[in-house]
């Protein structure tokens, strides 16, 4: 039995089917370039890298969206806000979807580093939403899975955002922080992570947020290695296969996001477009070619990997799901 075999029967001894809904929202990897070399970046993205949206492929994006807008549109990287057109892309979002969610995925380190002061009211007055990083509040665990020094930075782009009012109550500039594991085990319960994120954050820096996201580190890309050079890949394989859960199944992300490449092919999700894995037809395929009717009701395109977004509490890039 192939892995994907595998977790599509496990789809199926639960009796559920795994196909797409309505398309809500529109993931864009603008990219693998970024400041930081996190042991747990499923994009293995870095300072080296090359991989950027072209203004062209931005063009062909913008003019997609206008014709079938969502209400949702979710930027991605590596670091979204290094790439050239990062301004000329949120600008022609908002002027084409005015009332949508706009997301910037931060690792908010980039928001404190020289050249990059104008990116936070940049956001704010463009009403684009944050989703930033933060896989913990202790120093030592952050700097030990993104880079010395990240957590100090990271502090200050947080207090950076509240001064804006991202993050503060009755905002509605949303700061979202997102908690990855630094380890091979599966999210805590994240209502309680909440809590003490929360407890912490303002005790110790007089810093808010409105929500923290647990997100299950995907068995792919640099992840990957880390768990091979551990020795504990088929460990982690085992935990993620003996926590699926099928009350995650009706809220796998993948369900109503369509990811797209930085070269604008398209996937059912961001780790799939990083395994290469295009969408329900067999040959990769641009944005601009497709309807979004195309997509109803499509199977979707699975794999080993998946079953981190079905293990205990479920996993998305909204957060747990169960």
């Given at each position: 039995m192939t892995a994907t075999n595998a977790f599509l029967s496990r789809i199926a001894a639960s009796g559920c089917t795994l196909n797409r809904t309505r398309l809500r929202v529109l993931q864009v990897n603008v990219g693998k370039l970024c400041n930081l070399t996190c042991t747990h970046c499923h994009v293995n993205?870095?300072?080296?890298?090359?991989?950027?949206?072209?203004?062209q492929t931005v063009d062909r994006i913008l003019d997609w969206v206008e014709k079938y807008p969502v209400s949702c549109i979710d930027l991605t990287g590596g670091a979204p806000e290094m790439?050239?057109?990062?301004?000329?892309?949120?600008?022609g979002l908002r002027d084409i979807l005015p009332d949508a969610s706009i997301i910037d995925r931060c690792n908010l380190s980039i928001l404190v580093q020289p050249g990059y002061e104008w990116v936070a009211p940049f956001l704010l007055e463009n009403q684009v939403d944050i989703?930033?990083?933060?896989?913990?509040?202790?120093?030592?665990?952050?700097?030990?899975?993104?880079?010395?020094?990240?957590?100090?930075d990271s502090i200050e782009a947080l207090k950076l955002l509240n001064s804006l009012s991202y993050g503060l109550e009755g905002s509605n500039r949303h700061l979202h922080l997102v908690y990855n594991p630094n380890g091979a085990f599966l999210p805590g319960d994240q209502a309680k992570l909440e809590a003490d994120y929360k407890e912490h954050l303002l005790h110790s820096y007089n810093i808010s947020f409105h929500k923290l996201l647990t997100i299950t580190n995907m068995p792919i890309a640099r992840f990957a290695s880390w768990l091979k050079n551990q020795g504990t890949?088929?460990?982690?394989?085992?935990?993620l296969q003996n926590s699926f859960n099928p009350s995650t199944i009706h809220g796998l992300m993948c369900r109503d996001t369509l990811s797209v490449s930085w070269t604008g092919t398209v996937h059912d999700c961001d780790f799939n477009q990083m395994l290469d894995l295009p969408t329900f037809s067999s040959q990769p395929r641009k944005l601009w070619d497709i309807h979004p009717d195309d997509l109803a009701q499509t199977p979707i395109v699975t794999a080993s990997h998946c079953f981190g977004c079905t293990a205990g509490a479920g996993s998305s890039c909204g957060g747990s799901l169960a």
């Open positions: 993205a870095g300072p080296a890298r090359k991989e950027i949206i072209s203004r790439i050239p057109d990062f301004q000329y892309f949120i600008l989703i930033a990083s933060m896989p913990c509040y202790l120093p030592d665990n952050v700097n030990q899975q993104r880079g010395q020094g990240v957590f100090d890949l088929a460990d982690y394989m085992n935990l």
